[in-house]
């Protein structure tokens, strides 16, 4: 929940910042700004909660630790990458298919009940799914439409 706090609050004080400087609302710039925020502010979990994070690998997926590590890395990669003019477009497909290729982890947390926060599992369990697997649909569809389209 706390993801899409940060990209709709980042998109709404970004277009207000943008409409000071230059005039108007740049909704294209403040879509690529939110969603790099989003993803700088994940990529934060990956190194504060990382234990709960190897968590919701599947066992069969060796180095557990330095795959969400890796993951994190990506992330910040790609929030710098949407601001690389020659890199923006194929960053925003890359970022589709990573957000593609984490939803089966997402829905894996969900059936075991993981709270990856407190390393616990006593989490929301598939209820925690209704939100998860829509919120995935709403970062494949902000990408394509402000940084593809």
């Not at 968590?55 to 890395?73: C, H, Q, W």
């Not at 369990?125 to 995935?136: H, K, S, T």
Request: glycine share 8%.
């Amino acid at each position: 929940m706390k993801p899409l706090f940060v990209l709709f609050i980042v998109f709404v004080i970004s277009n207000l910042v943008i409409r000071q400087y230059k005039g108007y609302m740049d909704y294209q710039l403040a879509g690529k700004i939110a969603l790099a925020a989003m993803l700088l502010f994940t990529s934060l979990g990956h190194i504060i909660y990382t234990k709960g994070m190897m968590l919701m690998l599947p066992d069969v997926i060796p180095f557990k630790k330095e795959m969400i590590y890796a993951t994190g890395v990506l992330e910040v990669l790609g929030a710098f990458g949407l601001f690389v003019p020659s890199l923006s477009r194929l960053t925003g497909i890359l970022l589709i298919v990573f957000f593609i290729l984490i939803l089966p982890t997402n829905i894996q947390a969900g059936i075991k009940h993981l709270n990856y926060e407190t390393t616990t599992f006593d989490g929301k369990g598939p209820g925690y799914l209704w939100f998860r697997v829509p919120f995935q649909i709403v970062l494949i569809c902000w990408t394509y439409y402000f940084v593809l389209r």
